[in-house]
């Protein structure tokens, strides 16, 4: 794999939780800010219009996925795929 397209993967933004919840899903955002892992939320507006129709999106960065994932796991918050 080139430089450029690690550096890439890297970047790109992953799905590590899904939550019908739009507090939930601002909860789990702050735990992974706090252990220095920049997040982002789409569709917790979208939540807020249409309660249960659709699931806010937890992504982080490709390079942050796996520990970002563990700590939703010990933490039992929307793990992506539930």
Avoid: T, W
């Avoid at 890297?10 to 739009?22: A, I, K, N, S, T």
């Avoid at 129709?53 to 970002?68: F, I, K, P, T």
Wanted: aromatic share 4%.
């Amino acid at each position: 794999m080139s430089e450029m397209q690690q550096d890439l993967e890297e970047h790109r933004l992953v799905e590590v939780g899904r939550f019908r919840d739009p507090v939930e899903a601002q909860m789990a955002k702050g735990m992974l800010e706090s252990v220095g892992i920049e997040c982002f939320l789409q569709g917790a507006n979208a939540n807020a219009l249409y309660p249960l129709a659709l699931r806010v999106r937890l992504q982080v960065r490709g390079r942050d996925e796996s520990e970002a994932v563990q700590l939703l796991m010990e933490a039992e918050l929307g793990v992506a795929g539930e």
